[in-house]
Structure formats: C-alpha cells, structure tokens
C-alpha cells in the first residue's frame, strides 16, 4: 500500500493514455495530487503516463474505461473503490476530469444515425452519466472539469463538425447548470475549451497531415498550435484549490485562435 495520508488529492483523468489527458495527469500529479488514469484501447499509454507519474515521484494507477458504455459504470465505480483504498487508503476522490473521447470531422451530407449516436454517447452522455455515478466519491469542495472544445464558440466554426461541436456545446452548457446543482456541496463544475492542439485525436491527424499545421497555426495570436501540457495546465488549475472561486465557466485555451 501506498504510504500517502487518507488526505491526499485523488484525481480521476478520463481518457489520460495520450494527448490532453496525458497532459492533464502529468500536471496534476506535479502539484501534488494523485492521479487514476483511465483508458479505453491504449492500455499502454496509460502505463506510460501512470510510469512518467511515478519517476517523478507522484503517484498514479491505470483504470480501464469505455466512456461509451454507461452500463458497465457502476462496476468501474466499484473497482475505482477498491483501488483509492489500496492505493491511497482512502474512499473519496477530489475531481473528475472529464477529458475521454473522439475527434470531429465528418460532413453534415454523410453524417448517419449510427455516426451521429457514436459522438452523443461518448461526448455528452458518457461524461454526463460517469458525473452522476462517480458523484457519490466526489468530496464536499471538490471539482468537475469537462474538456470541451472551441468549436462552440464563434470565430472556430469550420465544414464537418456540426454533430461533434452539437455534443460539445451540450456538454459545456450541462456545466454550467451542474455549477448550480452542485454547489450545494461547495463542488465546483467547470469546462476547458482548447483550440487546435497537438493530439491523437482524428486517428493522428496532425502526424497524418502535417501541411494543416502552419495554417491553424497562423491562426492564434501566438504562431502555434497548443500542446497537450498548455491545456493540461489549465485543467490542473481548475482541480486545484488555486480556482477555488471559479465555477460554471467555460474558459477557453486556445492561445488566442481566431482573434
């Protein structure tokens, strides 16, 4: 068992096997917290990140997860249980980081049922519905961060990504009423929206694509696209007790895209 005290920030990172999540892990365990890793079909990036954690001298472990399956929640909210109690000794978490999931970029004239319901179950629902089943673990003062995206917003609106930016800004508005819901328990909700950033997302778009990144580059105020770590420090501050008095807000992380 781990020697850390029952007090210890346990953060759970939905989707930490690579790009944002990843991110976000790392700068969590970095000012302090411990971090259960999540993963779906990359259970060696979650590995990878849980192995990074703990070389720098944080502590982490790896939770498989499919955000899509809401049925199989309550036996991942057990095993999540029973691993805050080997590892850490401890039965509630701090956060959940909401980050799990898939790129956009399918036409509104090709989109089908099936592809449109693929999106609604892992970008709304999944995290709607791991909200309310972790809740119970969730500590008074605690915090929810969802990763959405900004694509919402005016000024990132581009062809193909009408269904993926439609679960995104449910996602972001069910933020701002769970803010409200919640804060009852003093749990603050809130959501991060990055611009284009450099991740897996798009089956490696960016690896696949290269010639796309100076564009998107040119675009923000500071000649480059974001990088995994510039969004998982604003998802760290947003956990931490540094942002205590920010809740319901939709804060976008974009280094200026299409001011």
């Known amino acids: 068992m781990s020697t850390q005290t029952t007090d210890h920030k346990i953060v759970v990172v939905t989707g930490a096997s690579s790009g944002i999540g990843r991110g976000a892990a790392l700068e969590i365990a970095a000012r302090g917290m411990g971090v259960v890793v999540t993963y779906n079909a990359r ?48 039965d509630r978490i701090h956060a959940l980081v909401n980050n799990a999931g898939f790129g956009g970029g399918r036409s509104f004239e090709t989109m089908t049922e099936d592809a449109f319901d693929a999106y609604y179950r892992v970008l709304l629902r999944g995290p709607y519905f791991l909200t309310q089943a972790l809740l119970p673990l969730i500590e008074q003062g605690g915090a929810i961060v969802n990763t959405s995206s900004s694509s919402v917003h ?87 007790d540094d942002s205590a008095w920010i809740t319901g807000e939709d804060i976008l992380a974009t280094g200026g895209y299409a001011l």
């Open 154 to 240: 005016s000024g990132d609106t581009e062809p193909g990504y009408s269904g993926y930016a439609a679960m995104k800004g449910g996602l972001t508005v069910a933020t701002r009423f769970l803010a409200k819901e919640l804060s009852g328990r003093s749990i603050r909700v809130n959501a991060v929206s990055p611009g284009p950033t450099r991740t897996r997302l798009g089956d490696n778009a960016f690896e696949r694509f290269p010639e796309v990144i100076d564009g998107l580059a040119a675009k923000t105020a500071f000649s480059r696209i974001g990088e995994s770590a510039d969004i998982g420090k604003v998802i760290a501050f947003l956990v931490s």
């Open 43 to 90: 259970p060696e990036g979650a590995e990878r990140t849980v192995e990074e954690i703990r070389a720098n001298g944080g502590t982490a472990v790896t939770l498989p997860l499919d955000i899509s399956r809401t049925d199989t929640f309550p036996g991942s909210m057990n095993a999540l249980s029973g691993l805050l109690s080997s590892e850490w000794g401890a």
